[in-house]
């Protein structure tokens, strides 16, 4: 019940306001921040962040490397990358100079720069720093800590396509975490990561038990979103059925409550390819729509590719039905809105700085493969040598079903280059 605990927090600061020792209005400040990012409101939960280190006298670094570590996990959740690595460098030096009571907020923060590294394709830092990260976490016992350490180090594998590893680690996670009784928390955390690996690497019936065993245990917030999505994902490019409908209707709610981006593209993507296998084409475009609103305004330049591709494909389809109609305004606004959504997208990852033969790198450029695929097709220029060639990237990063959906393509590119009936 996060309103009630905003409002009790709120009163003792009203209550209690800052006198000489400014510490403790600090300290209840950030957890007004705590309670407000629990309830989803980020920006007034920043706010309640700086205004908290406002208050902390100067002398308390340790205090200060907290705080700073708690804003950089933030903005790294959001996609905020450059911001996210500056709080968490400048945490770092505050823990450094606070000493060794400090020192459980040097691995916080080191753990948040692991993972900006990651998705920036540093590979080798990203693996150096989380695992620091981890082994500060378990000699000082810090469990929740320790788990995040090892959830993080999952996606910095997965980002190197090291995704049967990444499944591996988050197992072990899971067993560590069942030995110490907290299965419910951080195991099923380990449980969602480890469904989104398998659904990458195909492995869907794997990755159903994973989502549904996590979903026993799961009632609301990150937990069921990060497991949810992932059985949604797989029911709806499955089956296309009643029960996608139903968890994506819970996740889109959830993210009132867990807005990351990560969460929220992928969510709304996954929206978008239901309502096309369901003939629903106003709510793809909607959906698709969302997606893309939350991606363009973060920096998470791998989501905005992905989303990119997923967007052509609905803008694609919303093309077809035009020309069916004869709308030639619908035509052209569904070309102009793909084509501004690959130049955006292009934009990012060019920006990135992630060196060209990073595995993530690579994921993401047969995204932007897909994408532009689409866009000629949406121009009228489909051609099944792309689409071959789209084919050929997913199947050399080992992504059986992006393969499937561009030799699909493929054959619907052939079949309409109006072959004789024998090549048909």
């Known amino acids: 019940e996060t309103a009630r ?19 403790a209005p600090a300290a209840r400040t950030e957890r007004l921040a705590a309670y407000l990012t629990a309830g989803g409101d980020r920006e007034a939960a920043f706010a309640a962040y700086d205004r908290a ?7 308390a670094t340790g205090d200060r490397a907290r705080i700073l570590a708690l804003l950089a996990q933030l903005r790294m959740l959001e996609g905020s990358f450059t911001e996210a690595e500056r709080l968490a460098e400048a945490a770092m030096e505050a823990a450094e100079e606070a000493g060794p009571d400090a020192r459980a907020w040097l691995g916080h923060a080191t753990c948040t720069r692991g993972v900006v590294d990651g998705w920036l394709g540093r590979n080798d830092a990203a693996i ?12 000082l016992g810090r469990l929740e800590d320790a788990f995040r350490a090892r959830a993080n180090l999952t996606t910095a594998l997965a980002l190197q396509g ?9 197992r072990q996670g899971i067993a560590a975490a069942m030995a110490a009784g907290l299965e419910v928390v951080h195991g099923n955390a380990l449980r969602g990561n480890a469904a989104e690996f398998l659904v990458s690497l195909g ?23 990060n497991a949810a999505l992932r059985l949604a994902t797989v029911e709806a490019e499955t089956t296309a059925g009643d029960a996608a409908v139903r968890l994506l209707g819970r996740v889109l709610l959830e993210l009132e409550t867990v807005p990351d981006v990560q969460f929220a593209a992928p969510a709304y993507q996954a929206a978008a390819s239901l309502a096309l296998w369901r003939g629903d084409l106003a709510d793809a475009v909607r959906s ?25 494909a609905v803008a694609d389809a919303r093309a077809r039905v035009a020309r069916e109609r004869r709308d030639l305004a619908d035509l052209a606004g569904a070309r102009a809105w793909a084509d501004d959504v690959l130049r955006h997208a292009t934009r990012m990852v060019e920006q990135s700085g992630a060196p060209a033969d990073a595995w993530v790198r690579r994921e993401v450029e047969a995204d932007l493969a897909t994408a532009r695929a ?3 097709r949406l121009h009228g220029r489909d051609d099944p040598a792309t689409w071959e060639a789209v084919a050929a990237r997913w ?30």
Request: charged fraction near 30%; proline fraction near 4%.
């Open 5 to 23: 605990a905003v409002a009790f927090v709120a009163l003792a600061l009203a209550r209690r306001p800052a006198a000489r020792d400014r510490s």
């Open 53 to 59: 280190l406002e208050l902390l006298p100067s002398t």
């Open 128 to 139: 150096e720093r989380l695992e620091a990260a981890l082994a500060i976490a378990v000699d």
């Open 162 to 170: 090291r995704r049967e590893e990444a499944v591996e680690v988050a």
């Open 203 to 225: 492995r869907w019936r794997e990755a159903r038990e994973l989502a549904e065993r996590a979903l026993d245990w799961a009632p609301s917030g990150f937990l069921f979103v």
């Open 288 to 312: 698709i729509e969302a997606a893309w609103a939350r991606v363009r305004a973060s920096e998470d330049w791998a989501i905005a590719a992905r989303t990119a591709a997923a967007g052509l």
């Open 374 to 376: 689409y866009a000629a």
């Open 395 to 424: 199947g050399a990063l080992g992504r059986p079903y992006e393969r499937a959906r561009a030799l699909h393509r493929l054959i619907e590119a052939d079949l309409e280059a109006g072959h004789p009936a024998g090549e048909r």
